[in-house]
């Protein structure tokens, strides 16, 4: 099949989250499995691509014109890199917005992008399912099926949509519509319109074939008033089109087999190079080197409430009683970087902060530590943990989202499982969640067993490539049956 990606990011162009990193490894396997994939980017300030210009686009905003050109990026990997390019939207310093802000224009800018998207879809690349990402790009479903209804071709693709993260749903006033040329009929409740507002998401969700998010647990619990930011009624309502699909691991860039940037390779054969490892980390996080010998636990986040260091600011106190080491890699909130810098100055024998976040730090945390904590409130699906299981790091995780369905609760009596979870979000269950892992770390052969298991699974991108492939050969059957609507 030909499918085409939307998204506001992809590596190795462009990156705020964890997008930019699906958008570089899904449509690769994708690939590898048979498809043509092409990539359709924001050309953003920094986008390093060697470009050959087409032919501007004409978009019309209203009683306004816009001509962004569509910019060949060539093939990298075998899949096709496209880019659209307007220097009044996209010639910026940040992707989105600065200084903590979202640029007040995000609405028009991602409007015109998707607005391209249709138009390259129908006169430039012709793909047989369009593939969107987030509310940036989720204006494509709601216009292909509303402004192109009567474009018998254009109303034979499908479209897919992912969720990401349901907290972000681009937002705007109710004027919005008129400025970006779209028709008035969709401020209402089956369609854009939310407390008064335009929201984009809302739009995707209502107006696409297919819903995916990135892990099975996740896409129940978007289901429900505590998950879905204002928006689950409208997704129990499409539950038969929604589908949970959890993200891959590229495991080139993140096995310890491999890794060049930790201190030692290791491999479930060997385990030798994780103690140098280990020992490197604490030199790097200026712990003192007797450390060795208590279990270091390691974070790797943005701080955030969302990443329950609510949490971790309740159980810090009573967890650094304990015979244990810790270091955390990231940056934030400011109250939760305080917090770090003032708990490794009471400890600081025991704690040690680094309040940015880099790629080779981040690698040596993963290498070195000999547990990883993430006590989410939610979580889409989660990376680190993955990551973690590959190099013999047991997680120590809340069961939520993806977290949920990728550690399996380590249970010492039959020697199954792979790490460790509560359930409440509380401190008490957190720190009793990490109180038993320290129990089974004291236990040299069954914390063995527990880092074999999680260092055995495989959650490459080829599993996770073949699921979405399915489910756009469902959607294509779907749209293109001889009595199928041709619109919403």
């Known amino acids: 099949m030909k499918i085409l990606f939307v998204a506001s990011e992809g590596l190795p162009f462009s990156k705020t989250g964890g997008l930019a990193d699906v958008m570089e490894a899904l449509p690769r396997s994708l690939v590898a499995l048979g498809h043509r994939v092409a990539v359709l980017l924001p050309r953003y300030r920094n986008t390093n691509a060697v470009a050959v210009a087409a032919p501007s686009l004409t978009i ?15 093939s990298l990997r075998r899949v096709r890199y496209y880019f659209v390019e307007d220097p009044e939207y996209f010639d910026r310093e940040q992707l989105y917005g600065v200084a903590g802000k979202d640029y007040p224009d995000n609405a028009e800018r991602f409007a015109e992008f998707c607005r391209a998207a249709i138009e390259f879809s129908k006169n430039v690349w012709k793909p047989d399912v369009i593939h969107c990402h987030d509310w940036q790009s989720a204006l494509v479903p709601v216009l292909l099926r509303t402004q192109y209804a009567n474009d018998v071709a254009a109303q034979r693709v499908p479209v897919i949509f992912t969720i990401h993260n349901m907290g972000y749903h681009g937002l705007f006033p109710r004027e919005v519509l008129k400025k970006i040329g779209a028709p008035e009929t969709l401020f209402r409740v089956g369609a854009m319109e939310f407390f008064g507002k335009v929201n984009f998401l809302k739009g995707a969700l209502n107006f696409s074939d297919y819903l995916t998010t990135v892990s099975r647990k996740y896409a129940e619990e978007i289901q429900t008033a505590e998950y879905g930011h204002g928006l689950d009624g409208v997704v129990r309502d499409r539950a038969d089109r929604l589908v949970g699909i959890l993200n891959g691991v590229d495991y080139a860039a993140w096995s310890p087999a491999k890794d060049k940037l930790i201190a030692a390779k290791y491999s479930p054969k060997d385990l030798s190079g994780k103690l140098a490892c280990k020992k490197n980390l604490l030199e790097v996080f200026g712990l003192p080197p007797e450390a060795v010998n208590r279990p270091l636990i390691g974070i790797v986040s943005r701080f955030a409430d969302q990443k329950g260091f609510d949490l971790i600011a309740e159980v810090a106190p009573d967890l650094l009683t304990e015979d244990v080491a810790i270091v955390a890699l990231g940056a934030g909130e400011p109250k939760y970087e305080k917090m770090f810098h003032e708990l490794a100055e009471l400890y600081p024998e025991k704690m040690s902060v680094k309040v940015a976040y880099d790629n080779t730090l981040a690698h040596k945390v993963e290498a070195g530590a000999d547990m ?24 120590v995780v809340r069961a939520t989202g993806g977290l949920d369905d990728t550690i399996e609760p380590f249970d010492p009596g039959t020697g199954r499982g792979t790490g460790f979870k509560f359930q409440a979000y509380d401190g008490a269950a957190l720190l009793g969640a990490i109180r038993q892992a320290l129990d089974v770390y004291r236990n040299g052969a069954a914390w063995r067993r527990v880092q074999a298991n999680g260092m055995a699974k ?21 749209r293109n049956r001889k009595d199928a609507v041709t619109s919403n």
């Open 372 to 395: 990883f904590l993430m006590p989410s409130r939610y979580e889409p699906c989660g990376l680190n943990q993955i990551y973690s299981l590959k190099y013999g790091t047991v997680p």
């Open 60 to 74: 019309a905003f209203g009683n306004t014109l816009r001509f962004p050109a569509i910019i060949d990026g060539g």
């Open 458 to 478: 495989d959650f490459s991108w080829r599993a996770s490539a073949i699921e979405y492939a399915r489910l756009y050969e469902v959607a294509w059957k779907s």
